[in-house]
């Protein structure tokens, strides 16, 4: 164990220095998406892709412009406290979007009236997609969100595994990498439409895709 230790340290040490390959938290995942900002205060941010070749992380594409939530980073994020989540998360293994798949390799669904995403914290279903019959109230309350109404956000989306496994009540819903709309967000991350449209079909299952949010300082080692 000691000589294997030895030996990831040796192989890490040799890599060049970049954020990714810097990462006080490796993903076991050979695909990267770094969104960093210069405080916990700001809105703004700055997203790139990575991709492990070997034991290091390589620059894709980037940087995109991005934007936070209107409350900014926080590692303790609670629902509805306008906080985009700090950490490191795996991308969900289906895609959503106002419009038709724009080529991803994951499963996608196509939202239509009456698909939900339940943000409400005493449901038995939160944060998770619900589909609800078209025109009728949804079960359940809270700031759900019917994801057909927002076509300019949700083109096409990512959805971020944040609180998902497990799923612990008031701790935060509906964290998507999606479009951007003019300003910052509820929480989500959003970078403009093309290049999401480019990273989205980056994107590979087989991946396992992960995502780190944080300050540079906080995300490096």
């Known amino acids: 164990m000691l000589l294997a230790a030895l030996f990831a340290t040796a192989v890490t040490a040799a890599c060049p220095s970049n954020l990714a390959n810097d990462l006080r938290v490796q993903p076991r995942a050979t695909q990267l998406i770094t969104v960093t900002a210069a405080s916990i205060r700001t809105t703004r941010a700055t997203l790139r892709t990575w991709r492990r070749v070997g034991a290091c992380w390589r620059p894709v594409a980037g940087p995109y412009p991005a934007r936070l939530g209107h409350a900014g980073l926080s590692a303790n994020r609670r629902e509805g406290d ?101 300003g910052p967000t509820n929480g989500c991350i959003s970078i403009a439409k093309p290049p999401l449209r480019s990273v989205l079909r980056w994107l590979r299952p087989g991946a396992a895709p992960h995502i780190a949010i944080g300050t540079p300082r906080s995300l490096r080692r």
């Open 82 to 182: 306008g906080t985009t989540p700090a950490g490191t998360f795996r991308i969900h293994d289906t895609m959503y979007g106002n419009e038709p798949n724009p080529g991803v390799s994951f499963r996608y669904r196509r939202v239509r009236c009456g698909d939900w995403w339940d943000e409400d914290p005493s449901s038995p279903t939160y944060n998770t997609f619900r589909r609800v019959r078209c025109g009728t109230r949804p079960p359940f309350a809270g700031n759900s969100e019917g994801m057909w109404q927002s076509p300019r956000a949700y083109p096409y989306l990512a959805v971020v595994e944040f609180n998902m496994r497990p799923v612990v009540p008031g701790r935060g819903s509906g964290i998507f990498l999606h479009a951007q709309t003019g």
